[in-house]
């Protein structure tokens, strides 16, 4: 199984402070995702990176940022929480040859308070 | 662009009922198809995929078939058990170069003993 952590699992912060999510794979796949799920909208692309230092907006990319400067790691980042960012975060990468598909992270539930 | 449409939930069947979840998708040329699974506090696990027309994906009892004619991608199983609750999402990535998986927004599944 291709090995994918997020930190923090869980996390409660106040309105108006920057939070940074971790994403950490261990083999080095290309393709890295950000997404959130809230009820009622499934899961929505935020960014996701295509290598390291390249990286690309998805539906729901206001008010965040990302980076990668290891293939390894994938860092979003909130630069001012605000209420409506409270979500579930989940990571991905994409898996390639005989597993192709998407491999997701067990998710970081972040709440902005 | 691409989306995809899965029936509203919640469903709620009896042990050993018949399951069937639809999905429709909308996308240009031949995407490839998955359906993910969400059990209660836990992240995504693909379930099954199919990746070209005709193509039959099966898993733990679960099947979908790609079908390009109705663009559809039914998740159907013959006999669900308690321990098959969970959300289940439906989700595609087009051909070519785009590598974003597009969801949609999820079947909540409860079967009761």
């Known amino acids: 199984d291709a090995g994918i952590t997020q930190s923090p699992r869980h996390k409660v912060t106040e309105t108006g402070t920057p939070v940074t999510l971790r994403c950490h794979q261990t083999?080095?796949?290309?393709?890295m995702y950000w997404y959130r799920q809230d009820p009622g909208h499934g899961l929505r692309l935020i960014h996701y990176?295509?290598?390291?230092?390249?990286?690309d907006k998805g539906e729901v990319s206001d008010g965040y940022s990302v980076s990668r400067s290891k293939t390894e790691d994938f860092l979003l980042t909130l630069e001012s929480a605000t209420s409506s960012q409270t979500s579930v975060y989940f990571c991905?990468?994409?898996?390639?040859?005989?597993?192709?598909?998407?491999?997701f992270g067990s998710g970081t539930r972040l709440t902005v308070v | 662009g691409d989306s995809v449409t899965q029936m509203e939930g919640p469903v709620t069947l009896s042990e050993e009922a018949f399951l069937t979840i639809n999905c429709t998708y909308t996308?240009?040329?031949?995407?490839?198809l998955f359906w993910y699974v969400q059990y209660p506090g836990e992240g995504l696990q693909l379930l099954l995929k199919?990746?070209?027309?005709?193509d039959k994906g099966s898993n733990k009892g679960f099947e979908a078939t790609y079908r390009k004619e109705t663009t559809s991608f039914h998740l159907e199983k013959g006999s669900v058990q308690v321990s098959d609750s969970a959300v289940y999402f439906c989700?595609?990535?087009?051909?070519?170069?785009?590598?974003?998986?597009?969801f949609g927004k999820g079947t909540k599944l409860t079967v009761n003993p």
């Open positions: 991905a990468i994409k898996t390639g040859g005989i597993d192709y598909g998407y491999t």
């Open positions: 083999e080095n796949h290309r393709y």
């Open positions: 990176s295509y290598g390291v230092k390249d990286t």
């Open positions: 996308a240009t040329g031949y995407p490839s």
């Open positions: 199919a990746t070209k027309a005709d």
């Open positions: 989700a595609l990535k087009s051909q070519g170069g785009s590598e974003k998986l597009v």
